[in-house]
């Protein structure tokens, strides 16, 4: 079992994401499978079955085997920096990415065409029901980019991994070579 605590927040925080991904996944293609979309919140968001071979925005569609390959890199790399995990924020922002990216992974393994080129799930479109205003979405991909907002205002506020804050003015002594008071 994990003893750090950090730890133990950024795996159920992970697979917390994964369940609800995989969950709303198998609904949405067991439910919105050759249907129209469905209208919510009088056109606000848009239930829609969409597969994406490639990245958000469907970019690279014609790389999924890369994406399946840079999404297991981010697991391992996220796997082996949190040994060193002692901050609550970084073990949210961490477990959303994590989470997201397992998602998101899985229906590159399991979906058709077939391992590491399968289609990912999306289902969610915001303002109109095709895509055109905002591209349709997952929960993974809520989570990804949520995790990655997080992660990158902890570093503007000077939050380590680690759990220690730095000021600017630390950080302009270990640049510069200072040795502080």
């Known amino acids: 079992m994990v003893a750090n605590p950090k730890v133990r927040l950024l795996a159920l925080i992970a697979l917390l994401v994964l369940a609800v991904d995989i969950v709303t996944k198998v609904l949405a293609v067991a439910e919105l499978e050759d249907r129209a979309p469905v209208q919510l919140l009088g056109g606000l968001v848009y239930l829609q079955l969409v597969r994406n071979p490639g990245a958000a925005f469907s970019l690279a569609t014609g790389y999924t085997w ?39 992974l ?26 055109r205003a905002w591209p349709v979405f997952n929960t993974a991909d809520s989570s990804i980019v949520s995790g990655g907002v997080l992660l990158v205002l902890l ?27």
């Open 66 to 104: 890369v994406l399946t390959i840079v999404a297991i890199a981010v697991v391992v790399v996220i796997l082996r920096v949190a040994r060193r995990l002692r901050s609550t924020g970084w073990a949210v922002a961490l477990g959303l990415v994590l989470g997201g990216a397992l998602g998101n």
């Open 106 to 131: 899985t229906d590159r393994i399991f979906r058709s065409p077939g391992p590491l080129q399968g289609h990912v799930v999306d289902i969610v479109s915001l303002f109109t029901p095709d895509g």
């Open 155 to 181: 570093a503007l506020l000077g939050r380590e991994l680690d759990g220690r804050r730095t000021s600017g003015e630390s950080k302009d002594r270990a640049e510069d070579g200072s040795v502080g008071e």
